[in-house]
């Protein structure tokens, strides 16, 4: 038992709890944190990975800790799912931990202990979600990383904007909490055994089970950020320091996900298809809204929110593929659509973090968010502009990086629908591929935008001579951080079939069933074939290997029989001598074609310059509507409850003995 | 199927791809000047321009990054894998099964995404112009493209092209409905992702309309010579793609040296009546304003919808 998996992903999140407090104690040491704490934490982040590997291949393990509330232990299970979200956690948190390292090398000593100590508890807190097996511990390790992230978000507490887009997100992480719990209470009904076999144990009548449903989609959808729960995500995600972001975005959306898988699949069991076409309207809207308000944003980190956004709606449409196939009683296409949906989780991870990260290392370089202030980085910080370029290719679902491999795993669910009895869902499901497919078009678009106004062409704004004087590129560990993302889109993107073995583990272990047998005898380390051969078949590697050959061979050709006289010259003026970095497409300028095409998505504010303007600007506001149909008229709701409720606070001591009196009075009635 | 033969055919296949893709674009150019009554350039004119090209010293921006210099390489490479991959002349390649339809969409929005990036290098404000416009184009272009392809794939239950092939090439000779809507939507893409009118014109370069061409405005010689090279490959896989969903009668098996002659007749017959269509459709149709292209589009991507729901309704 020693050296079983679960010991050790235990003992890899008491590690990060002890680094976490440590940093306190020589305190104004900033060194500590910078050479000892973060590198430390990404090695347990490592070791973490490699542990939940080795779980995937074991069943399942439990044990029982001596803590907790009298009679009320702390249950931790480790299986096949848990091993593969403490593999994502581990190996994705090593990046970003390295790249911590080198981040926060400018912070004062005094904050950076503190960072140290959110950031650690925050990852021994995923830890433990995943491992929990009782509603008790989860709820505690879950509110334990709503918190802790809560204080990474407002670790700018002096800016006014950063405090509310903090209480913006603790508020809704604690809707999304209340509707977790309520969904355990529905589960447990009533006799008093919270874990997680108990809860798996009980049968719940159909229309209770999707109540539970309903519960845990909206309560684990709040912290995923699918609409119209998501608006904390473009505010809290800028807030908080990029590597947070990068932890926040990658990983703690997949605790959400993985909440969704345990409780629908696992605990509540007996999938049915109704409830994936929820969760597939949800995906769909959440996809297309993600990606729209993405093309509308300059600010990086705020965009970069809104494609995580959409990469949830993605997850989601595979999950809701799955329930719908596995509510129809095609378990094989089911794994297929959930093996789809865990696998975009793990991509996704690796490249937004890695994502975020680059965006982080441009803030640190230039001070810049606004991609209406930068151009042309590559020529001064070639290695970001290189790592951001891979995040940025992979996130575009171009192949043979990762994101392709998901969304092809997802088309090829898709592409099953005519095994489905109902004639309209079977047609359903195309046409959700078909917004996957402009989703995946329409990111390409946007990180066209980004990668060719932050790095490619000329610095926008003279008042802001991108890169500052002083800065460069990235410094060594922030490198490493990024290479080491980098590295997983390229491993993910090629070798999909281990991964898909690692997957199709995981959905045995879930519903019992697996890929069919032509698939799995199909799939060596070259081919990924999702269902047989005839069908489907995709080889990254060879991929790569030829588009490399032919590319450098038609480079040789060319080198071979050509002269090989350049000139450097100006670009072509068209013949107008005056030109300016200022007439280059702006953020906002690239996102126009999409205003005209998409308007009425938009609830936009234009501002145009008049004809005497001395100083002419122009003026664009671009905002989310769901502000103006849901959380605004809800909180002028809530205020309007709570200004009657105050009314019983008169602040008077009679007054507070007369209700003490009532209240007695009334239980008297009652108890008699 | 990794037999000598097959990997023979394969090289066969990809080769003759590349160097005969100028040969289409001259014919269509040809039939165009006749359709329009202008006195017809030669047909072997792309030729010639690929080589002036050659010859010709490079001019480069200033402030050029590694992207701009390596872009013209990947398009390249890009068309060429794509030219692997569609059974031009021959179903069954070895190298078929590493790239399914929706890889082969995968591999256009990679040379995509690259001309675009590599047209903001420089930081003119044509190459902004140009790269957001393509984006445009593509995005509405992609999922109609799938949707058409789809369609295909249903029919044969599969997305490999070499299935998709073999099953509509060996049926019996029966009317799918849905392939109709779905070759109507395929053309309308093929005009739309070819920069051919009604949606770009790619004998213009006023800056109003352009889109293409304001992609490549900064490179010259060699590298131009590669991006005309990479764009007429790219026409003649949409239009062997084409080809091979909606009539691929006539095609030979990887390895059947003795089918070749006659797939190679029939590729040329079938591609010399689309090259003149193309040239047909161009010289009827002007070219529609730019933000009339989400229509044109999405009336493709709605055609191509309709073509799967009429499968699932034949099916019933």
Same mark, same amino acid.
């Given at each position: #038992?020693?050296?079983?998996?679960?010991?050790?992903?235990?003992?890899?999140? =008491?590690?990060?709890?002890?680094?976490?407090?440590?940093?306190?104690?020589?305190?104004?040491?900033?060194?500590?944190?910078?050479?000892?704490?973060?590198?430390?934490?990404?090695?347990?982040?490592?070791?973490?990975?490699?542990?939940?590997?080795?779980?995937?291949?074991?069943?399942?393990?439990? #044990?029982?800790?001596?803590?907790?509330?009298?009679?009320? $232990?702390?249950?931790?299970?480790?299986?096949?799912?848990?091993?593969?979200?403490?593999?994502?956690?581990?190996?994705?948190?090593?990046?970003?931990?390295?790249?911590?390292?080198?981040?926060?090398?400018?912070?004062?000593?005094?904050?950076?202990?503190?960072?140290?100590?959110?950031?650690?508890?925050?990852?021994?807190?995923?830890?433990?979600?995943?491992?929990?097996?009782?509603?008790?511990?989860?709820?505690?390790?879950?509110?334990?990383?709503?918190?802790?992230?809560?204080?990474?978000?407002?670790?700018?507490?002096?800016? $006014?904007?950063?405090?509310?887009?903090?209480?913006?997100?603790?508020?809704?992480?604690?809707?999304?909490?209340?509707?977790?719990?309520?969904?355990?209470?529905?589960?447990?009904?009533?006799?008093?055994?919270?874990?997680?076999?108990?809860?798996?144990?009980?049968?719940?009548?159909?229309?209770?089970?999707?109540?539970?449903?309903?519960?845990?989609?909206?309560?684990?959808?709040?912290?995923?950020?699918?609409?119209?729960?998501?608006?904390?995500? $473009?505010?809290?995600?800028?807030?908080?320091?990029?590597? =947070?972001?990068?932890?926040?975005?990658?990983?703690?959306?997949?605790?959400?996900?993985?909440?969704?898988?345990?409780?629908?699949?696992?605990?509540?069991?007996?999938?049915?298809?109704?409830?994936?076409?929820?969760?597939?309207?949800?995906?769909?809207?959440?996809?297309?809204?993600?990606?729209?308000?993405?093309?509308?944003?300059?600010?990086?980190? /705020?965009?970069?929110?809104?494609?995580?956004?959409?990469?949830?709606?993605?997850?989601?449409?595979?999950?809701?593929?799955?329930?719908?196939?596995?509510?129809?009683?095609?378990?094989?296409?089911?794994?297929?659509?959930?093996?789809?949906?865990?696998?975009?989780?793990?991509?996704?991870?690796?490249?937004?973090?890695?994502?975020?990260?680059?965006?982080?290392?441009?803030?640190?370089?230039?001070?810049?968010?606004?991609?209406?202030?930068?151009?042309?980085?590559?020529?001064?910080?070639?290695?970001?502009?290189?790592?951001?370029?891979?995040?940025?290719?992979?996130?575009?679902?171009?192949?043979?990086?990762?994101?392709?491999?998901?969304?092809?795993?997802?088309?090829?669910?898709?592409?099953?629908?005519?095994?489905?009895?109902?004639?309209? =869902?079977?047609?359903?499901?195309?046409?959700?591929?078909?917004?996957?497919?402009?989703?995946?078009?329409?990111?390409?678009?946007?990180?066209?935008?980004?990668?060719?106004?932050?790095?490619?062409?000329?610095?926008?704004?003279?008042?802001?001579?991108?890169?500052? $004087?002083?800065?460069?590129?990235?410094?060594?560990?922030?490198?490493?951080?990024?290479?080491?993302?980098?590295?997983?889109?390229?491993?993910?993107?090629?070798?999909?079939?281990?991964?898909?073995?690692?997957?199709?583990?995981?959905?045995?272990?879930?519903?019992?069933?697996?890929?069919?047998?032509?698939?799995?005898?199909?799939?060596?380390?070259?081919?990924?074939?999702?269902?047989?051969?005839?069908?489907?078949?995709?080889?990254?590697?060879?991929?790569?290997?030829?588009?490399?050959?032919?590319?450098?061979?038609?480079?040789?050709?060319?080198?071979?029989?050509?002269?090989?006289?350049?000139?450097?010259?100006?670009?072509?003026?068209?013949?107008?001598?005056?030109?300016?970095?200022?007439?280059?497409?702006?953020?906002?300028?690239?996102?126009?074609?999409?205003?005209?095409?998409?308007?009425?998505?938009?609830?936009?504010?234009?501002?145009?310059?008049?004809?005497?303007?001395?100083?002419? /600007?122009?003026?664009?506001?671009?905002?989310?509507?769901?502000?103006?149909?849901?959380?605004?008229?809800?909180?002028?709701?809530?205020?309007?409850?709570?200004?009657?409720?105050?009314?019983?606070?008169?602040?008077?001591?009679?007054?507070?003995?007369?209700?003490?009196?009532?209240?007695?009075?009334?239980?008297?009635?009652?108890?008699? | 199927?990794?037999?000598?033969?097959?990997?023979?055919?394969?090289?066969?296949?990809?080769?003759?791809?590349?160097? %005969?893709?100028?040969?289409?674009?001259?014919?269509?150019?040809?039939?165009?000047?006749?359709?329009?009554?202008?006195?017809?350039?030669?047909?072997?004119?792309?030729?010639?321009?690929?080589?002036?090209?050659?010859?010709?010293?490079?001019?480069?921006?200033?402030?050029?990054?590694?992207?701009?210099?390596?872009?013209?390489?990947?398009?390249?490479?890009?068309?060429?894998? %794509?030219?692997?991959?569609?059974?031009?002349?021959?179903?069954?390649?070895?190298?078929?099964?590493?790239? &399914?339809? *929706?890889?082969?969409? !995968?591999?256009?929005?990679?040379?995509?995404?690259?001309?675009?990036?590599?047209?903001? &290098? *420089?930081?003119?404000?044509?190459?902004? @112009?140009?790269?957001?416009?393509?984006?445009?184009?593509?995005?509405?272009?992609?999922?109609?493209?799938?949707?058409?392809?789809?369609?295909?794939?249903?029919?044969? !239950?599969?997305?490999?092209?070499?299935?998709?092939? &073999?099953?509509?090439?060996?049926?019996?000779?029966?009317?799918?409905?849905?392939?109709?809507?779905?070759?109507?939507?395929?053309?309308?893409?093929?005009?739309?992702?070819?920069?051919?009118?009604?949606?770009?014109?790619?004998?213009?370069?006023?800056?109003?309309?352009?889109?293409?061409?304001?992609?490549? @405005?900064?490179?010259?010689?060699?590298?131009?010579?590669?991006?005309?090279?990479?764009?007429?490959?790219?026409?003649?896989?949409?239009?062997? *793609?084409?080809?091979?969903?909606?009539?691929?009668?006539?095609?030979?098996?990887?390895?059947?040296?003795?089918? +070749?002659?006659?797939?190679?007749?029939? +590729?040329?017959?079938?591609?010399? +009546? %689309?090259?003149?269509?193309?040239?047909?459709?161009?010289?009827?149709?002007?070219?529609?304003?730019?933000?009339?292209?989400?229509?044109?589009?999405?009336?493709?991507? @709605?055609?191509?919808? @309709?073509?799967?729901?009429?499968?699932?309704?034949?099916?019933?």
């Amino acid at each position: #038992m020693a050296s079983s998996p679960l010991t050790g992903s235990l003992l890899v999140a =008491v590690v990060w709890l002890v680094v976490a407090v440590a940093g306190l104690i020589p305190s104004g040491n900033a060194a500590f944190a910078r050479r000892i704490a973060f590198p430390l934490g990404a090695l347990a982040g490592l070791a973490l990975a490699a542990f939940g590997l080795q779980a995937v291949w074991l069943p399942a393990q439990s #044990m029982t800790l001596p803590l907790g509330l009298p009679d009320l $232990p702390f249950h931790l299970r480790l299986d096949p799912l848990a091993g593969f979200f403490l593999m994502l956690l581990g190996s994705v948190s090593a990046g970003i931990s390295a790249y911590s390292a080198g981040y926060f090398r400018e912070e004062p000593s005094g904050r950076l202990a503190l960072i140290s100590l959110q950031y650690h508890v925050f990852l021994a807190s995923m830890a433990f979600v995943v491992l929990a097996d009782d509603a008790y511990m989860f709820m505690v390790a879950w509110e334990t990383m709503a918190l802790s992230s809560y204080f990474l978000v407002i670790t700018d507490h002096r800016q $006014p904007a950063i405090r509310s887009a903090g209480f913006l997100y603790l508020l809704i992480a604690h809707l999304g909490a209340i509707a977790i719990l309520l969904c355990f209470g529905v589960l447990h009904g009533g006799r008093g055994d919270y874990t997680f076999d108990a809860l798996r144990a009980a049968q719940l009548q159909p229309a209770w089970a999707t109540v539970a449903f309903l519960l845990a989609f909206f309560g684990f959808g709040a912290k995923a950020g699918m609409i119209p729960l998501h608006a904390w995500l $473009p505010e809290a995600h800028p807030a908080a320091p990029s590597p =947070v972001s990068a932890l926040m975005s990658g990983i703690m959306l997949k605790t959400a996900i993985y909440g969704m898988v345990r409780v629908i699949f696992d605990l509540i069991g007996n999938v049915r298809w109704e409830w994936g076409l929820v969760v597939l309207a949800v995906g769909a809207g959440t996809t297309l809204f993600g990606v729209l308000f993405a093309l509308m944003q300059h600010d990086l980190k /705020r965009l970069l929110a809104y494609h995580s956004v959409e990469n949830i709606g993605i997850i989601l449409l595979g999950l809701g593929m799955s329930m719908v196939f596995i509510g129809f009683g095609h378990p094989a296409a089911g794994v297929l659509g959930l093996i789809a949906a865990l696998y975009h989780t793990l991509n996704h991870a690796v490249f937004k973090g890695l994502l975020f990260l680059g965006a982080g290392s441009i803030l640190h370089s230039t001070g810049l968010r606004n991609l209406n202030d930068m151009g042309g980085l590559i020529r001064s910080m070639p290695a970001t502009a290189f790592y951001f370029l891979i995040g940025a290719l992979a996130i575009s679902a171009l192949p043979p990086l990762n994101g392709f491999v998901s969304e092809w795993l997802t088309f090829q669910t898709a592409l099953q629908a005519p095994i489905l009895q109902n004639g309209v =869902v079977r047609s359903l499901l195309p046409l959700l591929a078909a917004t996957l497919a402009l989703a995946g078009a329409l990111t390409a678009m946007c990180f066209v935008k980004v990668y060719g106004i932050a790095f490619l062409g000329q610095p926008r704004e003279p008042a802001h001579p991108s890169p500052l $004087p002083h800065s460069g590129d990235a410094g060594r560990m922030e490198r490493f951080g990024m290479a080491w993302l980098a590295a997983g889109c390229f491993v993910l993107g090629l070798f999909p079939s281990s991964f898909l073995l690692i997957l199709n583990r995981v959905g045995v272990s879930l519903t019992g069933q697996g890929l069919s047998e032509q698939a799995l005898s199909g799939s060596g380390w070259l081919w990924l074939v999702p269902t047989a051969p005839e069908q489907a078949s995709y080889s990254p590697v060879i991929f790569l290997v030829v588009i490399v050959a032919v590319t450098l061979l038609a480079f040789l050709l060319v080198r071979r029989f050509y002269h090989g006289r350049m000139r450097l010259a100006d670009p072509w003026d068209c013949g107008y001598p005056e030109q300016t970095p200022r007439m280059q497409d702006t953020a906002d300028a690239f996102g126009q074609p999409i205003r005209h095409v998409f308007g009425p998505i938009y609830r936009m504010d234009r501002r145009l310059p008049g004809p005497d303007d001395a100083a002419p /600007r122009y003026v664009l506001k671009v905002e989310d509507r769901h502000w103006y149909w849901l959380y605004l008229p809800v909180a002028r709701a809530a205020e309007f409850v709570s200004s009657k409720i105050a009314l019983l606070q008169q602040g008077r001591i009679s007054i507070y003995l007369l209700y003490s009196f009532i209240t007695l009075i009334a239980l008297l009635v009652f108890v008699r | 199927m990794n037999s000598a033969p097959g990997i023979a055919f394969q090289i066969l296949q990809s080769v003759f791809v590349v160097l %005969a893709a100028p040969l289409l674009t001259g014919w269509v150019n040809q039939c165009r000047a006749w359709l329009q009554n202008r006195s017809a350039p030669s047909i072997l004119l792309p030729y010639f321009t690929l080589a002036k090209l050659f010859h010709k010293d490079a001019v480069f921006a200033r402030d050029a990054s590694p992207i701009f210099r390596w872009t013209p390489y990947i398009l390249f490479g890009c068309m060429w894998l %794509a030219a692997g991959i569609v059974p031009v002349l021959a179903t069954g390649l070895p190298f078929a099964p590493a790239a &399914d339809i *929706i890889a082969l969409v !995968g591999v256009f929005a990679l040379a995509r995404m690259f001309s675009a990036l590599a047209a903001m &290098d *420089i930081g003119t404000s044509f190459g902004g @112009l140009g790269a957001r416009r393509e984006m445009l184009i593509g995005f509405l272009a992609e999922p109609a493209m799938l949707m058409t392809l789809f369609t295909a794939a249903f029919i044969s !239950g599969s997305t490999q092209l070499t299935t998709i092939v &073999d099953t509509l090439g060996h049926r019996e000779f029966a009317l799918y409905p849905s392939l109709a809507f779905a070759a109507v939507a395929f053309l309308m893409v093929l005009l739309a992702e070819n920069a051919r009118i009604p949606i770009d014109n790619p004998t213009t370069h006023l800056e109003l309309t352009m889109v293409h061409e304001a992609l490549i @405005l900064e490179y010259s010689a060699r590298h131009l010579a590669l991006i005309e090279w990479a764009v007429a490959i790219k026409l003649f896989a949409y239009m062997t *793609i084409g080809i091979a969903l909606f009539a691929p009668w006539g095609i030979a098996e990887a390895g059947d040296w003795s089918a +070749l002659p006659y797939a190679f007749a029939a +590729l040329a017959g079938k591609l010399a +009546l %689309a090259g003149a269509g193309l040239a047909l459709i161009e010289t009827l149709l002007a070219k529609l304003r730019l933000f009339l292209a989400p229509e044109f589009l999405s009336t493709a991507f @709605l055609l191509a919808v @309709l073509g799967m729901l009429t499968h699932f309704l034949v099916q019933g």
